[in-house]
């Protein structure tokens, strides 16, 4: 389908989608580039890409596709970097989890002929790095593209191509909508899970080896706090009012949970744990 793909970023989300494109067959040749030079040397060892490159010119100079999985905070020095070393008719595209801001400014930065793509794979773990990537991370996902009255109409139909062959379902949604709508289903939790771990953790200095006693229920809660703590404090930042927004309706809802508690509203609280779990099946 390409000739030639440059991912900026081979961690989780670069490496897996080169890999799928590979085992896909959509793509000819992938040239990775990264600040992390032993992770750089690992994903060519792993064999995710087939060329590293010692900069971003020499990793985007022959691309036809330029996929940036670089932390959110980052993504816009990096695509400012790549730019003047862009061929004519090339399209970049991003894995970013916020898009607002980013598309924003990617967009202007794009040299006559170069086209941005916004875009946000709805897929992850909790580990990073070449070695944790994998061709099907991305199968029966869903991918969210963010164009906007900028954005060309051939280069967002390739893009599109690219996920479906990685075995993503696409969606279209503007950028602000994606930005409200991921810090309610994705940025709340993992601040939830946050907090809850620094909550328990307190707990324990009152209550000796308490954590020795999580099980479950505490390991499935909180297995998102394992993941990259400077991505997510980026993504913190970069989403920050839509975030707020979502933390304000979550305290008043715990707050009506914990007074509830505290006046022993049993009838309340059975029908609050009831309509939380008939909208929870009815999602998952």
Sequence with gaps: MIKTLAV?????????????????????????????????TEALQLGVVDEIAADYASAVSSADLVFLAVPVRAMTAAVAACAPYLPAGCV??????????????????MPEGCHFVGGHPIAGTEHSGAKASFATLFQGRRCILTPTSRTDQQALELVQRLWEAA???????????HDRVFAAVSH??????????????????EEENILAFSAGGFRDFTRIASSDPSMWRDIALMNRLPLLAVLDRYQQEFAALKEKVAVGDGAWLENYFTTSKRLRDEII
């Design 8 to 40: 900026i970023g081979v961690g989780l989300i670069g490496g897996s989608f080169s890999r799928a494109l590979k085992a896909a067959g959509a793509v000819q040749r992938v040239i990775g580039f990264d600040l992390d030079s032993e992770n750089l």
């Design 92 to 109: 970049v595209t991003d894995g970013g989890s916020v898009k607002e801001e980013l598309v924003a400014a990617c967009e202007p930065l």
């Design 167 to 177: 075995g993503s379902r696409v969606e279209c949604m503007e950028p602000l909508t």
């Design 188 to 205: 709340l939790p993992h601040m939830v899970a946050y907090a809850l771990v620094h909550a328990v953790d307190r707990s324990a200095e």
